[in-house]
Each structure stands twice: as structure tokens, then as C-alpha cells.
């Protein structure tokens, strides 16, 4: 039995500087290209910002994939939200 509260999805919103470009609310996980490399980030990651380098972002859920070239920028990762700009 999960415990009542406990996250078991992310959501995802990547944005420009000129408008929200993709959300997901119920991504099971979020690869970043970090820039100290590639993070796994999953439900209840431990809050963490952090620049971003050259490289795909993806979003899993289930077994559908979407794919993001990322040019820079920060992330922003809460347990149960990560937030690209």
C-alpha cells in the first residue's frame, strides 16, 4: 500500500523566453544534460538548480519517449516538478 502524499510522477514544464514550449504532468522520469553530465531525475529528487550544457533533454512516460535539443539554460528540480528554462 503506496502511503498517502507520495508522488509518484513528475511534472515536467520546459520553457523559452518567449513561452511555455512543453508540459507534462505525469512524466515518470527526466534525463537533463547537466553541466557535470546527464542526471536521471525521478519522482521526490532532492531539490536542486543547476545550468544546463549542450544536449537532449528527454521525458519518459511509459513507454513513450519526447526529446528536446537543449542549448544551455537552468533547471530548476523539485520533488514532485522540474522546470527547464
Do not use: C, W
Not at 5 to 21: D, R
Not at 38 to 44: N, S, Y
Amino acid at each position: 500500500m503506496l502511503a498517502e502524499g507520495l508522488l509518484m510522477t513528475i511534472h515536467v514544464e520546459i520553457v523559452s523566453q518567449e513561452e511555455k514550449v512543453f508540459e507534462e504532468q505525469e512524466a515518470d522520469m527526466v534525463l537533463v544534460p547537466g553541466s557535470e553530465g546527464i542526471m536521471g531525475v525521478l519522482p521526490r529528487h532532492a531539490p536542486t538548480v543547476t545550468t544546463l550544457a549542450y544536449g537532449e533533454l528527454v521525458v519518459k512516460k511509459g513507454n513513450a519517449e519526447e526529446s528536446f535539443a537543449i542549448f544551455g539554460g537552468v533547471v530548476d528540480i523539485r520533488p514532485g516538478k522540474v522546470v527547464v528554462l
